[in-house]
């Protein structure tokens, strides 16, 4: 299992480096507060006391038999993509990791009100449970518009690195997607060149239009229409895991 704190070599991605902000935001309301202390416990996901791997598989009892495949999206935000990837994708059981409680209690309204039984939530950092996953668990994984650190004294504590993507391949099935969105270049680009250097994942685009339109079904994001109406234009990513 790779280290995700980085490999010698590869300066920037060295240090160990905290991927997220602030943890809590505006004080949560009442309906909010319930929502955390009933709804989240039983989607929490919590990893095993030994050093057992996990089996995403298993996270999904409510949908009567193992579900026809498993994605993670890492850092969710307010969870628009995850809920409605949700609703399209009855059958498919998704994990949402986010440390953000104020995007956490987001999350958990829309499963309330849409009453989706096919997500689990991680909201710790995200690190530790792909380390406990087992190798080719996973369909496809999502990070879209990950923090972007954007000064040079805070990049080391970007998610993406060479050791998290050498991580997203080991748990991806052969033939899985790692799909990856930036409204900020550099971040983009910094993706890119990590990935291009990482043995076991494949860049998909053949044509301009693969990374400068959005993947297929794309629900949007509050963030992303932000960065639309700031002018800020966004960058699609899509790798592909390449055969064992």
């Known amino acids: 299992m790779s280290d995700l704190n980085g490999r010698p070599g590869h300066e920037a991605d060295e240090p160990e480096r905290a991927f997220f902000g602030r943890r809590k935001g505006k004080r949560l309301r009442g309906l909010q507060e319930r929502r955390l202390a009933e709804l989240l416990p039983a989607l929490r996901v919590d990893l095993p006391p030994d050093d057992r791997p996990l089996d995403p598989r298993t996270l999904f009892p ?12 890492i850092g969710f935000g307010g969870g628009e993509h ?31 009100a849409r009453g989706l039984r096919n997500v689990r939530i991680r909201d710790e950092d995200v690190t530790a449970l792909l380390a406990r996953l087992p190798e080719a ?25 060479d050791a998290s993507l050498a991580e997203i391949g080991r748990v991806l099935k052969e033939g899985g997607l790692f ?8 971040y ?11 043995p076991v994942l494949t860049w998909t685009a053949t044509q301009a239009r693969d990374w400068t339109e959005p993947f297929a079904g794309w629900p ?6 932000k ?18």
């Open 137 to 161: 668990c996973l369909d496809r994984v999502y990070l879209l518009y990950p923090d972007p650190w954007p000064k040079r004294r805070q990049r080391k504590r970007r998610f993406v690195s």
């Open 188 to 198: 983009a680009g910094w993706t890119l060149v990590r990935a291009a250097r990482c």
């Open 179 to 186: 799909r990856f969105a930036s409204d900020i270049d550099d």
């Open 82 to 112: 995850l809920a409605a990837q949700a609703e399209a994708h009855p059958r498919i059981g998704i994990i949402g990791a986010e440390p953000f409680v104020n995007g956490v209690v987001k999350l958990l309204a829309a499963i309330e």
């Open 62 to 73: 409510a949908l009567d038999g193992a579900p026809e495949e498993v994605w993670l999206e």
């Open 220 to 225: 949007g994001t509050r963030y992303e229409a």
């Open 227 to 244: 960065a639309l109406a700031a002018g800020r234009r966004p960058t699609y990513l899509e790798f592909v895991r390449r055969p064992r």
